[in-house]
């Protein structure tokens, strides 16, 4: 998950909370519109600058995608800040209780509260487009333009935003319902605890274009992960176009749980290079670190919860509570995430050998499925240089390369990283 996908979602939600404003109607949406329409002419001002660039011949075409790259990047994180600024400083997350219909929802709220942000993010892919028309890297036209936008939108926030909003609506059909608000919050809570291992693989079945892999390759997999004992899992293709290098698995209860690996990756990576991403991910589900994850954030909410209780009636104190929840999540998640990932890494290497006997074309040796595991994460942030650097939920490539050789080592002493869970 993206940092800033996150922080897209919860900064805009959490401004939902905020005093009622009396501010007018209409200057609200005005302002707003005006800022967003401003902020979004801005993106494609510097994605033309940088395109005239290339085309005067004043800058190498690689070293101005990396600059566009970075800009829009920047755009993006400072569009936050003017989100919030349409939200809270103009007041249009803080007037949806004055508007009819809307009033009533929590699902038609959280459209407008996260309106600002969305449309701002999708300048900055706009543009990047606009970017690609303008150098003759891709077609032009309507038809071409949207298509592209659609690709990034159902490739970027909507996997995360969808099942928010779906929740959301849930709620808000429960609330229809003459019960009371004991057993309408133990309904809710109930919908919320199902729809993540549940509902989730499900609807990403849906969002993300997906095939059925070719059934050599479809056995061999079933094979691996079979050995690997993550067997009851659905496996697909991934289709990106031939341009991401991609595997993950979605959702953790068996038979729901899908794994979905990209067209490049199943195409371009030798077998016991991607035997080793696959065990990878085999290892996120033998060691359970989705629930970890996901219950190592609840201290975060506990605290905010507590900060907003001690600040009693004070105005500032539900802003206060979310924004020690979200600093405190985004902590405590990062721990957590750095570790399960060398955990993985690890334990990937561990099962490579356990297995080797029984698959075909799987490293027989720790040492080996570390050297096949490192040159698979070299191979796939190759052309993207930025990828394998440390963000968020990853360490760097260069991080995990160290620390698996270093653990692979003969008589390497266990750590914190490689005891964070036991194996099913």
Same mark, same amino acid.
């Given at each position: 998950?993206?940092?800033?996908?996150?922080?897209?979602?919860i $900064?805009?939600?959490?401004?939902?909370?905020?005093?009622?404003?009396d501010?007018?109607?209409? *200057?609200?949406?005005?302002?707003?519109v005006?800022m967003?329409?401003?902020?979004?002419?801005?993106c494609?001002?510097a994605? #033309?600058?940088?395109?005239n660039?290339?085309?005067a011949?004043?800058?190498?075409?690689?070293?101005?995608?990396?600059?566009?790259?970075?800009q829009?990047?920047?755009?993006?994180?400072?569009?936050?800040? $003017?989100?919030?600024?349409?939200?809270?400083?103009?007041?249009?997350?803080?007037?949806?209780?004055?508007?009819?219909?809307?009033?009533?929802?929590?699902?038609?709220q959280?459209?407008?509260?996260?309106?600002?942000?969305?449309?701002?993010?999708?300048?900055?892919?706009?543009?990047?487009? *606009?970017?690609?028309?303008?150098?003759?890297?891709?077609?032009a036209g309507?038809?071409?333009?949207?298509?592209?936008?659609?690709?990034?939108?159902?490739?970027?926030?909507?996997?995360?935003?969808t099942?928010?909003?779906i929740?959301?609506?849930?709620?808000?059909l429960?609330?229809?319902?003459?019960l009371?608000?004991? $057993?309408?919050?133990?309904?809710i809570?109930?919908?919320?605890?199902?729809?993540?291992?549940?509902?989730?693989?499900?609807?990403?079945?849906?969002?993300?274009?997906?095939?059925?892999?070719?059934?050599?390759?479809?056995?061999?997999?079933r094979?691996?992960?079979?050995?690997?004992?993550?067997?009851r899992?659905?496996v697909?293709c991934?289709?990106?176009?031939?341009?991401?290098?991609?595997?993950?698995?979605?959702?953790?209860?068996?038979?729901?749980?899908?794994?979905?690996?990209?067209?490049?990756?199943?195409?371009?990576?030798?077998?016991?290079?991607?035997?080793? $991403?696959?065990?990878?991910?085999?290892a996120?589900?033998?060691?359970?670190?989705?629930?970890?994850?996901?219950?190592?954030?609840?201290?975060a909410?506990?605290?905010?919860?507590?900060?907003?209780?001690?600040?009693?009636?004070?105005a500032?104190?539900?802003?206060?509570?979310?924004t020690?929840?979200?600093?405190?999540?985004?902590?405590?998640l990062k721990?957590?995430?750095?570790?399960?990932?060398?955990?993985?890494?690890?334990?990937?290497?561990?099962?490579?050998a356990?297995i080797?006997?029984?698959?075909?074309?799987?490293?027989?040796t720790?040492?080996?499925?570390?050297?096949?595991?490192?040159?698979?994460?070299? #191979?796939?942030? *190759?052309?993207?240089?930025?990828?394998s650097?440390?963000?968020?939920?990853?360490?760097?490539?260069?991080?995990?390369?160290?620390?698996?050789?270093?653990?692979?080592?003969?008589?390497?002493?266990?750590?914190?990283?490689?005891?964070?869970?036991?194996?099913?």
């Open positions: 998950m993206p940092l800033y996908y996150f922080l897209l979602l $900064v805009s939600l959490s401004c939902g909370s905020l005093p009622t404003s501010a007018p109607l209409d *200057r609200v949406l005005l302002a707003s005006a967003v329409t401003a902020w979004s002419l801005l494609h001002v994605a #033309r600058v940088v395109a660039q290339v085309l011949g004043e800058c190498e075409p690689f070293a101005a995608a990396r600059l566009l790259e970075r829009l990047e920047l755009f993006r994180f400072l569009g936050l800040g $003017v989100a919030v600024l349409c939200l809270v400083g103009f007041g249009l997350g803080r007037i949806l209780d004055r508007i009819p219909i809307v009033a009533n929802s929590m699902l038609l959280s459209f407008i509260l996260l309106a600002p942000a969305t449309l701002m993010t999708v300048a900055t892919w706009s543009a990047e487009h *606009r970017y690609g028309v303008r150098l003759q890297y891709v077609d309507l038809r071409a333009h949207l298509k592209s936008l659609r690709t990034a939108i159902r490739g970027g926030a909507l996997w995360l935003m099942p928010v909003l929740l959301l609506g849930c709620a808000d429960v609330s229809m319902i003459p009371s608000d004991t $057993v309408s919050q133990l309904v809570a109930s919908i919320v605890i199902g729809g993540v291992p549940i509902g989730m693989p499900l609807l990403m079945r849906y969002l993300f274009k997906t095939c059925a892999i070719d059934e050599r390759d479809r056995d061999w997999i094979s691996l992960l079979g050995a690997s004992g993550a067997c899992t659905r697909v991934w289709q990106t176009g031939n341009t991401a290098f991609n595997a993950m698995v979605v959702g953790f209860v068996a038979p729901l749980r899908t794994m979905l690996l990209s067209d490049r990756l199943l195409a371009e990576l030798p077998r016991d290079q991607l035997a080793m $991403v696959i065990l990878h991910e085999a996120h589900l033998r060691r359970r670190h989705m629930p970890l994850r996901m219950l190592g954030v609840l201290p909410w506990v605290a905010a919860a507590m900060v907003t209780q001690i600040a009693g009636d004070a500032w104190a539900i802003p206060l509570g979310t020690t929840g979200i600093l405190l999540t985004l902590l405590l721990s957590l995430a750095y570790r399960t990932e060398h955990d993985a890494d690890v334990f990937a290497c561990r099962l490579a356990e080797s006997s029984k698959v075909q074309q799987v490293p027989g720790e040492r080996l499925a570390a050297e096949s595991l490192a040159l698979a994460l070299e #191979r796939v942030t *190759r052309e993207h240089a930025s990828s650097q440390p963000t968020w939920l990853h360490p760097g490539v260069d991080q995990r390369i160290a620390f698996l050789r270093e653990r692979t080592q003969p008589n390497a002493k266990p750590t914190a990283a490689t005891t964070i869970a036991n194996p099913a």
